[in-house]
T-cell receptor, first 115, second 114 residues
Framework: DAGVIQSPRHEVTEMGQEVTLRCKPI?????LFWYRQTMMRGLELLIY????????DSGMPEDRFSAKMPNASFSTLKIQPSEPRDSAVYFC?????????????FGPGTRLTVL | AQSVTQLDSQVPVFEEAPVELRCNYS??????LFWYVQYPNQGLQLLLK??????LVKGINGFEAEFNKSQTSFHLRKPSDHISDTAEYFC????????????FGKGTKLSVKP
């Protein structure tokens, strides 16, 4: 398996623009997680899905952030409009409770810079 | 609610010296325990995990950790460090009956100096 795939790897945008981050989980995994990592706040869980259904979105910072999982092999995290304080590395991870015993497999991350 | 405490935010050591990174967790139920490593500008990768059985768990790159239920700890150890071990290390806990999410500690930055 190719592992968790994220795109783009780097994104530079201007304040006010819409940003869409993409994630393809490992085939067969039924959980998908979105994290944000910054120097100041460390690693934060934003939202996670089980079988494509959002389970907990309490970590989503504000209404400018939204996440979808239209099918088992694809998820998006959208920021609209983006702000400089959204600059961070965004990680996607997937797992299978029954197979991996909640071990999460992380993608390489998307480094977002909002100017 | 579960929580994870990594007692040291930064640990500097010299090459070939032993190191211990401390992790304590809080949970009222049985747990799975994990250590992840993040090298600079990379994602997190699994170092080792405790699911059940032997309380001493061996992982990649010569690391090991010991699950201590009475002290609710899962400290990470390596007898002899290399400069290449310089990275950030995250301890994580999961409730065996949970929905599947992990609770991560805030991380410990290990700096191995020559």
């Amino acid at each position: 398996d190719a592992g968790v795939i994220q795109s783009p790897r780097h994104e530079v945008t201007e304040m006010g623009q819409e940003v869409t981050l993409r994630c393809k989980p490992i085939s067969g995994h039924d959980y998908l997680f979105w994290y944000r990592q910054t120097m100041m706040r460390g690693l934060e869980l934003l939202i996670y899905f089980n079988n494509n259904v959002p389970i907990d979105d309490s970590g989503m910072p504000e209404d400018r952030f939204s996440a979808k999982m239209p099918n088992a092999s694809f998820s998006t995290l959208k920021i609209q409009p983006s702000e400089p304080r959204d600059s961070a590395v965004y990680f996607c991870a997937s797992s299978s409770r029954g197979v991996t015993y909640n071990e999460q497999f992380f993608g390489p991350g998307t480094r977002l810079t909002v100017l | 609610a579960q929580s994870v405490t990594q007692l040291d935010s930064q640990v500097p050591v010299f090459e070939e010296a032993p190191v211990e990174l401390r992790c304590n967790y809080s949970s009222s139920v049985s747990v799975y325990l994990f250590w992840y490593v993040q090298y600079p500008n990379q994602g997190l990768q699994l170092l080792l995990k405790y699911l059940s059985g032997s309380t001493l768990v061996k992982g990649i790159n010569g690391f090991e950790a010991e699950f201590n239920k009475s002290q609710t700890s899962f400290h990470l150890r390596k007898p002899s460090d290399h400069i290449s071990d310089t990275a950030e290390y995250f301890c994580a806990v999961s409730d065996r009956g949970s929905q599947g999410n992990l609770i991560f500690g805030k991380g410990t930055k290990l700096s191995v100096k020559p």
